[in-house]
């Protein structure tokens, strides 16, 4: 079973990317903001609780979300692996998942990271809020403070997942067919 984390600030094309994995490689997609969006739409007491911090750009804490992995996981036991996009988001987060890997006597296969630029990520955020009608990426300043929330709480798992050997970077900026051919070689 293969786990690979697909990381990079938000609208760095993940979801995208993600879904052009699943088809290619067979893998289960685990998009954290996908299971949370379905808790705020179910009006679950998680989802109105991570509404609220969303909305104002924050962070869900970690106990729910690792929460929501370590179910996604064992309810899949049959798929060939897995892709966590938007999880883990910070130090204590991965080593989380970590532990739940090392309770499953499995790792980290790979981390693979889409590098883009701030000005970027804004304009992808705000073009995605269009066509998506995602009312929580339309403000400016949420948007701001999603760039920095990134910046500050997720950035430092480069380090972490440097020192592993398993982190490798993917330029961003290309087409979604060039990024697409880079996530391949590097699975492959």
Do not use: C, W
């Not at 790792?107 to 804004?122: A, F, N, P, R």
Request: glycine residues 8%; aromatic residues 6%.
């Amino acid at each position: 079973m293969n786990y690979y984390i697909l990381f990079g600030p938000p609208g760095a094309g993940k979801g995208t990317q993600a879904k052009k994995m699943v088809e290619k490689f067979h893998l289960k997609h685990v998009s954290t903001g996908d299971l949370l969006r379905t808790e705020m739409a179910n009006k679950t007491e998680l989802g109105l609780k991570a509404k609220t911090l969303i909305e104002a750009g924050d962070l869900v804490p970690d106990e729910v979300v690792v929460g929501m992995i370590k179910n996604v996981f064992a309810k899949n036991s049959d798929v060939k692996g897995f892709i966590l996009d938007g999880f883990p988001r910070t130090i204590a987060q991965a080593e989380m998942l970590d532990k739940i890997l090392e309770g499953m006597k499995k790792e980290i296969t790979k981390v693979i990271s889409l590098k883009i630029q701030d000005k970027t990520i804004g304009d992808r955020i705000k073009y995605r809020a269009e066509i998506e009608g995602r009312k929580d990426d339309a403000d400016p300043e949420t948007i701001q403070n999603r760039i920095n929330t990134y910046h500050k709480q997720t950035e430092p798992l480069i380090g972490y997942y440097k020192n592993s050997g398993k982190y490798h970077e993917i330029e961003g900026e290309k087409s979604i067919d060039e990024v697409f051919e880079s996530i391949s070689k590097e699975i492959q």
